[in-house]
């Protein structure tokens, strides 16, 4: 079946810092979406991406649909420490919506 | 404001009884789903319904049951048959095809004692 490789599974870094973190998929997807996990919470969609090479920002949040339509990156600039918490990619192919495994992300002040 | 509903924030549950959670939308959205979230790990698809009165079995149907009668509310009953029911649940609701992406809810953690 359709799966996506979420890397890297969990990083630790200082306040300030730029984090990249990239979905891939053997399979080709219409739609890439980038959601964000508070604790405790649901998860919150943070970016939609519809086109192969699109690259959409949302205030300090950047993300691209790969040009093979296999991948999809997410990079957060100058973060803080309220960018805790886990990062999912998911892709939809058909009616089918597929979820990454997530990064956990820890800020350290 | 339109959302997502879960309900009860924690449950606590007795081996061998089943318990039902509750999740509503007044977003009018035709497509609704639950997922299953272990700690440290990812999302887990239990069933979805994209329509009144169907559903289909997910990843990890077994030991669950679903309804969906009205479009609002799509419950979740966890069964004794299921056999490590102890979870974080998430609701979640999108538009027909799921293009636009999810809203999910806020979450069930159950844990059986």
């Known amino acids: 079946g359709q799966q996506l490789n979420q890397s890297p599974q969990s990083m630790f870094i200082q306040e300030g810092e730029d984090v990249s973190m990239n979905c891939t998929s053997s399979?080709?997807?219409?739609?890439w979406l980038w959601y964000k996990q508070d604790p405790g919470e649901g998860p919150v969609l943070l970016i939609a991406?519809?086109?192969?090479?699109e690259l959409t920002s949302n205030g300090r949040l950047t993300a691209q649909f790969g040009i093979t339509r296999k991948d999809s990156f997410l990079n957060i600039s100058a973060s803080i420490p309220s960018d805790v918490g886990i990062y999912f990619c998911?892709?939809?192919?058909?009616?089918?919506?597929?979820f990454g495994a997530g990064t956990r992300l820890f800020v350290k002040a | 404001d339109g959302g997502i509903t879960q309900s009860p924030k924690y449950l606590f549950r007795k081996e061998g009884q089943n318990v039902t959670l509750s999740c509503e939308q007044n977003l009018n959205h035709d497509a609704m789903y639950w997922y299953r979230q272990d700690p440290g790990q990812g999302l887990r698809l239990i069933y979805y319904s994209q329509i009144v009165n169907d559903f289909q079995k997910g990843d990890i149907a077994e030991g669950y049951s679903v309804s969906r009668e009205k479009k609002e509310s799509f419950p979740l009953t966890v069964t004794s048959a299921q056999k490590n029911p102890t979870a974080f649940y998430l609701c979640a609701s999108s538009i027909s095809s799921g293009a636009r992406g999810y809203t999910f809810g806020s979450g069930t953690r159950l844990t059986v004692v």
């Open positions: 998911a892709g939809l192919g058909g009616f089918k919506t597929i």
């Open positions: 991406l519809y086109k192969a090479g």
């Open positions: 399979s080709i997807f219409n739609t």
